[in-house]
């Protein structure tokens, strides 16, 4: 193995000019600072998600599909055309019936 003369003088690539000041990151402007990361969370106001209905209609001449479910435990999936609407409208109608979202039956009763 043959090792190359080394040259005498300094090559572009080697050489970097001596500055007394620290150099800052190539992509230090582009960073956000860590305070804007954090942020304070938002105060809940008692919602939140119960049911989700997912529909993928990828385009022209293919089959849709669609998923509803909830937290009550329903799950349901479904392809096609038809069987889509038909889902989406009895996942709104589920909301109506999902024991998450009424309250439950309570019996009142009247003092005696």
Do not use: Q
Request: hydrophobic share 30%; charged share 20%.
């Amino acid at each position: 193995m043959k090792s190359h003369p080394t040259p005498n003088h300094p090559t572009a690539a080697h050489s970097a000019p001596a500055t007394a000041e620290p150099k800052a990151p190539k992509n230090a402007a582009r960073r956000a600072p860590s305070s804007a990361l954090r942020s304070e969370p938002h105060p809940s106001d008692g919602r939140y998600p119960v049911a989700w209905l997912h529909i993928t209609a990828p385009g022209r001449g293919a089959t849709p599909t669609a998923r509803s479910w909830c937290a009550c435990g329903r799950d349901r999936f479904t392809t096609g055309h038809r069987r889509v609407t038909a889902l989406t409208e009895d996942h709104h109608a589920h909301r109506g019936a999902c024991p998450l979202r009424t309250p439950a039956h309570t019996e009142t009763r009247t003092a005696a």
